[in-house]
């Protein structure tokens, strides 16, 4: 007999009979998991082998044809940046708007398939702003898209709103001294139906999701339970800004990607200055009732967003939010140095890194690389913190100009002059 089993055969015989039955119990433990993680070996490496996989078999591949319905001052540039990376590693085609639209699908008009550059026709990737319209959507995405989108709580993205779109919404420029309370105080006093960018200052959500935003769910609350129903229809998911991890987990999982293809850099955020620290309960009242259609919608989603948490695993979805917060920190540290911090864009020395600036009242900021970078490292991570406007236009050179292997992006475009008076 070899050493080893006359070493384990007088370890037994010192033990009592229920210790031997507990070992027999772990080591058959232990050779189920290891065959399990055998099985799963396809599975995303960051997920926790705690938390119940996806049951398919044999496992689905990486969904690659997604519809991202970009809402307002709903952090979707960040969704975006997601889906422009992830189309780009997996060499896909991405829709892009022609030179007429700039970087939008000549928002706010109803979308038309017409509005998507022929060269990034036909698509499997569609994220940037549009108004909703199923129809033409339909008819430019391939079958079997995926639609998903994502939801803001009204008070806040009002507040966001009401600084961004200041100088560009009439509505939004005749309040005295850009005064939010002002505006909220007596929004009739100032909005005008049908004016130009009249939807930034109302129920901006229904707006962009199709809807007629000059509906009151108080007066007609047969007009909000059907628009609920059209979004439930079309979109597959619909996130949740302020839980954005925990959407992140459920929109990967929908897609079967990998945790690593939903990790971000935050980008459009506001500084400090240019946001309220916190909306006074008062005002965030005000500003639901105002945009009530919006309130209606997020109410809704949001407790849908929590039942579908739910069904996944909250325990398993939560640890899985921690585990991408826990690999964004190091690859942020990685690409922006020990200490990553967002800059105002006059800060900013890689040019292609410089948010776009909506007014002089406004700082938008972003992250920059360190000096001396180079190489595909430094590309990816110049792709992961690139604005919007850069993004897209580096995009469409790739996709209209084949033959150039990888081009830089240009610089931003020089800001639109700020329209004056009232």
């Known amino acids: 007999m070899p050493p080893i089993l006359q070493s384990l055969q007088q370890a037994t015989k010192m033990m009592s009979r229920r210790k031997v039955l507990l070992l027999v119990l772990a080591c058959s433990t232990l050779s189920l998991l290891i065959h399990q993680g055998a099985q799963l070996s396809w599975y995303p490496k960051l997920f926790p ?15 690659t044809a997604v519809a991202f319905l970009k809402t307002h001052k709903t952090a979707g540039t960040t969704v975006q940046n997601i889906l422009f990376r992830f189309a780009e590693r997996h060499n896909l085609t991405v829709a892009l708007p022609h030179p007429s ?16 550059h022929p060269a990034t026709r036909p698509p499997h990737v569609l994220a940037s702003h549009l108004r909703f319209d199923r129809a033409e959507l339909a008819r430019l995405m391939p079958p079997g898209t995926v639609y998903v989108t994502i ?8 507040e966001s709103l009401f600084s961004y779109y200041n100088q560009y919404c009439p509505a939004f420029r005749r309040v005295p001294n850009a005064s939010l309370e002002a505006f909220l105080r007596a929004p009739e006093a100032y909005y005008r139906a049908g004016e130009h960018f009249a939807m930034f200052a109302h129920n901006t959500l229904a707006y962009d999701l199709g809807g007629d ?10 007009y909000l339970a059907g628009l609920i129903r059209q979004v439930e229809e079309v979109f597959s998911l619909v996130m949740i800004a302020e839980y954005f991890d925990e959407s992140l987990v459920l929109l990967r999982r929908l897609l079967a990607w990998d945790l690593d293809d939903v990790l971000y ?23 639901r009732t105002w945009n009530a259609l919006d309130a209606g919608l997020y109410d809704h989603f949001n407790a849908t967003f929590w039942r579908r948490v739910a069904r996944a695993g909250r325990a398993c979805v939560e ?6 917060r826990e690999a964004r920190e190091r690859l942020l540290r990685r690409c922006f140095g020990a200490e990553p911090v967002l ?15 909506p007014s002089r009242k406004v700082d938008i900021m972003g992250y ?21 406007v850069q993004y897209s236009n580096y995009l469409l050179r790739k996709q209209t100009e084949p033959a150039l292997d990888n081009p830089p992006p240009r610089p931003i475009r020089a800001l639109p002059r700020v329209p004056q008076g009232p």
């Open 49 to 63: 082998l705690s938390c119940p996989p996806l049951r398919e078999s044999p496992p689905r591949p990486k969904h």
């Open 151 to 158: 939801l803001r709580e009204p008070a806040a993205m009002f």
């Open 213 to 222: 935003n000059e509906r009151s769910p108080r007066d007609d609350a047969a």
């Open 265 to 287: 850099a935050k980008l459009n955020a506001r500084a400090a200055s240019s946001r309220l620290a916190a909306i006074p309960a008062a005002l965030a009242r005000a500003a």
């Open 368 to 388: 920059d690389l360190p000096s001396g970078g180079a190489g595909p490292a430094s590309e990816a991570c110049l792709k992961l913190a690139m604005p919007e």
């Open 101 to 116: 639209c700039e970087h939008q699908f000549c928002y706010p008009r109803n979308f038309s398939a017409n509005f998507v």
């Open 319 to 324: 640890r899985e939010a921690r585990e991408l």
């Open 343 to 357: 800059r105002p864009a006059a800060q900013i020395r890689t040019k292609q890194l410089q948010p776009w600036q």
